[in-house]
């Protein structure tokens, strides 16, 4: 053993191990968890996950082959992975009150895909969020599979209220009777009315999914509306507001179980990532405690207060406000575009993302707008008199500084961040004894 201190305990007792012998990959696993300490986390799809789904992460669950479906695999040796596949199953389905669930997409655009395989074949219509209005990628973009290999017809916002236009998604559906109507995006700040794309679904023949990728989280924690009873099948990932591992997962109704099942493997994946699903099975057993349920009201408290304290500093929330985690901004009432801002924020010590706004007069890589979010901020136990701070180093960052990590103003807000983050670390030290 080298004489040197494991950190923290995050990394588990292996640590060690492997400071040892790959002593170039245990420093950068040390300095990314810096990295995570060391700034104010905003990007709205990222979060902290805990030290059980760590652990779980890092095991030997790693090595098993597991392909197929529990007590159906196709390699021996998986009794014990069926258990724990069985439970991350069930514990979806319980947290989501959905009649099946499938947890072994790798990602959330892996379950896009998967959903994709089961209902549409190329060629096939589909109606989505358009990207520059708050989508993503896999819902049809030209440069995703989505876009390449479907016809992809795409609604937005409507330009008044910057809600979605729910009027534009009826007149094209009506128009192009899609196989799939999408709902859900990256950057969304308002609720969904899934009842409204489920009569719309109805009225044209389409499946409704919902890609919840963002807002899971939300839902798991009781604090928004469920799109679980509305739509055929929904979407999304483990890693955002939810906090589990990286990963995707889906849940549908009983009578589409078998196709999304096969769709998922062996349409479009190999082995399940185990160790991910044992994390998701963690996961999913943390958000049915009245502690996550509690997290997840913070969530969105933080959220407001973040997009009111922005908004006060004339850096206007897109829709006016949030209902969710996240909050969009148009910076033109400051005069700095997205690239700017985030490049400020980066060198101040704030991290967050540039962001199209709905209408957007620049290029996607430039932006006129950045999106926040809370969810990190939030797991560190920041408050809203917190969110206020930050909306404050924000606005300074962006207005008064030029992107040097030498600029003046830039170390203050760097040392008043330390100082926040040190009363809210992100993985504190575990207290002795
Ligand atoms: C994050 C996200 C995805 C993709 O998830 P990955 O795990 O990055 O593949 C898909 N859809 C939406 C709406 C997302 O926000």
């Known amino acids: 053993m080298t004489t040197r201190v494991t950190p923290d305990s995050y990394y588990g007792p292996s640590f060690g191990a492997l400071l040892e012998q790959d002593p170039q990959v245990a420093e950068l696993l040390v300095s990314e968890l810096d990295r995570q300490r060391a700034g104010i986390q905003l990007i709205a799809s990222e979060n902290q996950t805990s030290p059980a789904v760590l652990a779980a992460l890092g095991s030997t669950l790693s090595n098993k082959y597991a392909e197929g479906y529990p007590d159906a695999r196709y390699y021996g040796g998986c009794s014990e992975v069926d258990k724990v596949e069985k439970l991350a199953i069930e514990r979806a389905k319980e947290l989501f009150g959905a009649d099946h669930a499938n947890v072994q997409a790798h990602s959330g655009a892996s379950a896009n895909q998967a ?55 009826e007149a094209l559906a009506k128009e192009h009777r899609p196989k799939i109507i999408l ?184 932006a006129s707008g950045i999106r926040v979010g809370s969810p990190s901020v939030t797991t560190q136990g920041m408050g809203p008199e917190q969110m206020s701070v930050v909306a404050d180093l924000i606005h300074r960052a962006v207005t008064e500084t030029d992107g040097s990590p030498d600029h003046p103003v830039a170390r203050q807000i760097r040392e008043a961040a330390g100082e926040l983050l040190t009363a809210y670390p992100a993985y504190p030290e575990p207290t002795a004894g």
């Open 115 to 169: 959903v994709y395989g089961a209902f549409a074949s190329p060629g096939d219509t589909i109606l989505a969020m358009s990207l520059d209005h708050g989508g993503h990628l896999t819902h049809g973009f030209k440069v995703s599979f989505s876009g390449k290999w479907f016809d992809a017809v795409h609604y937005g916002v409507a330009a008044d209220t910057e809600h979605i236009d729910y009027d534009q998604v």
């Open 183 to 366: 709902a859900g995006g990256s950057a969304i700040p308002r609720l969904i009315d899934f009842a409204r794309f489920r009569a719309i679904a109805d009225e044209v023949g389409a499946i409704f999914w919902v890609d919840a990728a963002h807002f899971i989280g939300l839902v798991a924690g009781q604090a928004i509306p469920s799109p679980v009873p509305h739509a055929d099948v929904v979407s999304f990932t483990t890693h955002k507001v939810l906090r589990g591992p990286r990963g995707g997962a889906i849940v549908c109704r009983e009578e589409h179980a078998k196709k999304i099942d096969r769709a998922v493997f062996p349409m479009m994946q190999g082995g399940p990532l185990m160790h991910g699903v044992a994390a998701k099975a963690v996961n999913f057993a943390e958000c049915m405690t009245p502690d996550y349920q509690d997290y997840a009201q913070r969530v969105l408290t933080n959220a407001s207060a973040l997009a009111g304290a922005l908004d006060e500093r004339g850096i206007r929330p897109v829709t006016g406000g949030t209902d969710t985690h996240l909050s969009l901004h148009d910076l033109r009432g400051v005069g700095v575009t997205g690239v700017d801002a985030e490049a400020r924020c980066d060198a101040a010590g704030i991290v967050l993302n540039k962001n199209a706004i709905p209408f957007d007069p620049e290029k996607p890589n430039v």
